[in-house]
């Protein structure tokens, strides 16, 4: 692999974190485009960016004064925005945040929901940050204890709102969604941090997990046997932060050869299985053009092609339009890495260069329409940076070995084996 080339991919997706967050906040934007960068903040953006820094820091794109400073910001303004049950001055409730918040105003945008998912996205980037920033000075003291507070206070059981599973989220005009985290996908990440919670009144007993293993789709797709999820995302998220390979709960420990990160390996060469063979016969889709994901689309109604969608192939579902997601290659980087750098590579230099930018890739393109999105998504620049950097170091996959709560919240959902012995 061409070195010069990965060094390029991850300083440019870095770009999008540190030259378009707001630094009088640390809020990072849900989305944003060449000529419009007044988006909303996204939480779980914010998450990714606070582990993004910390990759900038170690490939010398920031210094780790200036990547501790952003932090400090970052978390002292979900420490002192206001939270409760008012619905229009408030951003969060119970340790939660809402999914988007002003990125003036640090407050609710609009009537989005309070997030379990994207706070737990967000909790994963504030205890890469606490367990990274360990020296003895001002601001790497802080940056610590607003982490474990930030931490502490979220109250997992209330989320469950009495039931078996978390709920999606919560709103104060509405109440708790009639939705909850069920089925292989995302939620990993947010099960183990809730298991893993020191506040015995607030943290979710070990018997969670297997109540939502037990709702996985097992199956073959593509000739693959593995736990079944459509969009690329959910088998790479929680994977940016935990090092699965070799560890496993029980469910694994029942599929001799399997484990979460060979499951994400099997789910990616899959997906890129399916975009191979195109059945729908779209424009440009092989061995190096592939990957489907949530991401822009050309619009609702235009030949039958949607704007925003969680496109997707497993045995769960197909969700295809011709619309391929760099991210969806690039966020599987250490699952198939010969696929991937291919991949990207392919995708850097399509149409000359019009999807690759200073900020990295923009969201999609869908090259039956001959369409190229405008806009860079925050949750898809941070999987290509930081599972690039697992791939080349492991950074974050060591860090996070280190942090109390992560391991507490692993053995607790019964993992053994591995790292963990």
Same mark, same amino acid.
């Given at each position: 692999?061409?070195?010069?080339?990965?060094?390029?991919?991850?300083?440019?997706?870095?770009? %999008?974190?540190?030259?378009?967050?707001?630094?009088?906040?640390?809020?990072? +934007?849900?989305?944003?485009?060449?000529?419009?960068?007044?988006?909303?903040?996204?939480?779980?953006?914010?998450?990714? /960016?606070?582990?993004?820094?910390?990759?900038?820091?170690?490939?010398?794109?920031?210094?780790?004064?200036?990547?501790?400073?952003?932090?400090?910001?970052?978390?002292?303004?979900?420490?002192?925005?206001?939270? /409760?049950?008012?619905?229009?001055?408030?951003?969060?409730?119970?340790? %939660?945040?809402?999914?988007?918040?002003?990125?003036?105003?640090?407050?609710?945008?609009?009537?989005?929901?309070?997030?379990?998912?994207?706070?737990?996205?967000?909790?994963? *980037?504030?205890?890469?940050?606490?367990?990274?920033?360990?020296?003895?000075?001002?601001?790497?003291?802080?940056?610590?204890?607003?982490?474990?507070?930030?931490?502490?206070?979220?109250?997992?059981?209330?989320?469950?709102?009495?039931?078996?599973?978390?709920?999606?989220?919560?709103?104060?005009?509405?109440?708790?969604?009639?939705?909850?985290?069920?089925?292989?996908?995302?939620?990993?990440?947010? =099960?183990?941090?809730?298991?893993?919670?020191?506040?015995?009144?607030? &943290?979710?007993?070990?018997?969670?997990?297997?109540?939502?293993?037990?709702?996985?789709?097992?199956?073959?797709?593509?000739?693959?046997?593995?736990?079944?999820?459509?969009?690329?995302?959910?088998?790479?998220?929680?994977?940016?932060?935990?090092?699965?390979?070799?560890?496993?709960?029980?469910?694994?420990?029942?599929? +001799?050869?399997?484990?979460?990160?060979?499951?994400?390996?099997?789910?990616?060469?899959?997906?890129?299985?399916?975009?191979?063979?195109?059945?729908? &016969?779209?424009? @440009? =889709?092989?061995?190096?053009?592939? /990957?489907?994901?949530?991401?822009?689309? +050309? @619009?609702? *109604?235009?030949?039958?092609?949607?704007?925003?969608?969680?496109?997707?192939?497993?045995?769960?579902?197909?969700?295809?339009?011709?619309?391929?997601?760099?991210?969806?290659?690039?966020?599987?980087?250490?699952?198939?890495?010969?696929?991937?750098?291919?991949?990207?590579?392919?995708?850097?230099?399509?149409?000359?260069?019009?999807?690759?930018?200073?900020?990295?890739?923009?969201?999609?393109?869908? +090259?039956?329409?001959?369409?190229?999105?405008?806009?860079?998504?925050?949750?898809?620049?941070?999987?290509?940076?930081?599972?690039?950097?697992?791939?080349?170091?492991?950074?974050?996959?060591?860090?996070?070995?280190?942090?109390?709560?992560?391991?507490?919240?692993?053995? @607790?959902?019964?993992?053994?084996?591995?790292?963990?012995?």
């Amino acid at each position: 692999m061409d070195e010069t080339l990965l060094n390029d991919l991850q300083r440019t997706h870095f770009n %999008f974190f540190w030259k378009l967050t707001n630094t009088a906040n640390g809020l990072v +934007p849900d989305r944003a485009s060449a000529t419009n960068n007044e988006a909303m903040s996204s939480i779980a953006a914010t998450g990714f /960016g606070l582990t993004a820094y910390i990759v900038g820091v170690e490939r010398g794109f920031v210094t780790r004064d200036e990547a501790a400073q952003r932090t400090v910001v970052t978390l002292r303004t979900f420490n002192d925005a206001p939270k /409760g049950t008012d619905p229009v001055f408030s951003a969060g409730y119970k340790g %939660f945040f809402y999914h988007f918040l002003n990125r003036n105003t640090s407050l609710r945008e609009g009537q989005n929901e309070l997030s379990t998912i994207d706070t737990g996205l967000l909790m994963a *980037g504030i205890l890469s940050a606490q367990t990274y920033y360990d020296r003895d000075n001002a601001v790497e003291n802080e940056i610590r204890r607003l982490a474990d507070e930030l931490y502490r206070a979220v109250d997992w059981k209330w989320a469950m709102n009495e039931g078996e599973l978390m709920s999606l989220g919560w709103t104060p005009e509405s109440g708790f969604q009639p939705y909850t985290w069920q089925g292989y996908n995302e939620a990993m990440i947010l =099960y183990i941090l809730a298991i893993g919670s020191p506040e015995t009144d607030k &943290k979710l007993d070990g018997s969670v997990w297997n109540r939502w293993t037990a709702t996985y789709n097992y199956s073959s797709f593509q000739n693959y046997e593995m736990v079944n999820f459509s969009p690329l995302f959910g088998h790479q998220y929680s994977h940016m932060w935990i090092d699965f390979a070799g560890i496993k709960d029980a469910f694994m420990r029942s599929k +001799p050869g399997l484990d979460y990160f060979e499951n994400s390996r099997r789910a990616t060469l899959a997906n890129r299985s399916y975009c191979i063979e195109n059945p729908s &016969k779209y424009v @440009g =889709y092989g061995a190096d053009i592939w /990957g489907l994901t949530a991401c822009d689309g +050309p @619009g609702a *109604g235009t030949y039958g092609k949607w704007a925003y969608h969680a496109r997707g192939a497993s045995a769960a579902g197909i969700a295809d339009d011709g619309t391929i997601a760099p991210t969806a290659a690039g966020g599987s980087f250490p699952f198939t890495p010969t696929e991937s750098y291919a991949a990207l590579k392919a995708m850097k230099s399509y149409k000359n260069g019009a999807l690759y930018t200073d900020y990295g890739f923009l969201d999609s393109f869908n +090259p039956s329409e001959d369409w190229i999105d405008g806009w860079w998504l925050g949750i898809d620049q941070g999987p290509i940076l930081v599972m690039l950097e697992n791939y080349r170091t492991q950074l974050i996959w060591k860090l996070m070995k280190k942090n109390a709560y992560i391991v507490n919240g692993l053995k @607790g959902a019964g993992f053994t084996g591995g790292w963990l012995n």
